[in-house]
């Protein structure tokens, strides 16, 4: 399809187990965001990416969570030792982004991977 | 600190009511964008507000940027089932524009 791609929907594990959660932008986006949404809230950012490099990576909660984005496409959120309060939804966005705009660019959201952790 | 306030958080109305969402802040953006989303599936933009002062119409939404460009609203005419979900504003600032900043959102039930 033409929209972002994240994969899986769904993700239970046990306390301790490592997760990879997989994101597909919109091919020719230039910006890749993944953020962490809690029930019934807004998201929360964790790490952005123009193309391959990982400009910002403020938001993510511990050095538990790392994502790559090598090839400046797909990009994978990994979190080790997994822990209960690592439950939520993560979305990922993609975003045209080529330049400074004034107006901002808008992102293009996937439908998240629920994940549930044990 | 949340830059961006959203309120009310929560909001239940009967179906034909009006409502309005507001997000306010201390801080100037350059531009702010609203989301819709709906349970099970990601945001979905809206409309983007850029000039202070500006409205904007989508069908029975009506958007609004404030003159400083610090704060917006979102006001809903004769609301149905079908507006229900979670509604969310995000801002650009001047010199980092590709990163929102994002409200907590506006959670909204409009009941038949």
């Known amino acids: 399809g033409a929209g972002v791609s994240q994969s899986p929907r769904y993700k239970v594990a046990k306390r301790g187990q490592d997760v990879a959660l997989r994101c597909d932008p919109i091919?020719?986006?230039?910006?890749l965001f993944w953020y962490q949404q809690a029930l019934g809230q807004g998201p929360e950012f964790l790490t952005y990416?123009?193309?391959?490099?990982?400009?910002?990576k403020s938001g993510l909660p511990s050095d538990r969570f790392f994502a790559e984005r090598p090839e400046g496409s797909v990009s994978t959120l990994k979190i080790q030792r997994t822990q209960q309060e690592d439950s939520a939804v993560y979305l990922c966005?993609?975003?045209?982004?080529?330049?400074?705009?004034?107006?901002?660019?808008?992102?293009?959201f996937g439908d998240g991977t629920r994940l549930s952790i044990l | 600190t949340q830059l961006l306030e959203q309120s009310p958080q929560f909001l239940s109305i009967q179906e034909g009511e009006n409502l309005t969402v507001y997000c306010n802040s201390s801080s100037v953006f350059s531009s702010l964008q609203w989301y819709r989303q709906e349970p099970g599936e990601g945001p979905v933009l809206l409309v983007t507000?850029?000039?202070g002062g500006e409205v904007k119409k989508l069908k029975r939404l009506t958007f609004q940027f404030g003159d400083a460009r610090k704060d917006s609203s979102l006001h809903i005419t004769a609301a149905q089932p079908g507006d229900t979900g979670l509604y969310l504003c995000?801002?650009?600032?001047?010199?980092?524009?590709?990163?929102?900043?994002w409200g907590l959102g506006t959670s909204l039930a409009v009941n038949p």
């Open positions: 507000v850029v000039t």
């Open positions: 966005a993609s975003s045209l982004a080529t330049a400074s705009r004034s107006t901002g660019w808008p992102q293009h």
């Open positions: 990416f123009q193309n391959e490099a990982q400009l910002d």
């Open positions: 995000a801002g650009a600032r001047r010199g980092n524009n590709r990163k929102l900043i």
């Open positions: 091919s020719g986006h230039v910006s």
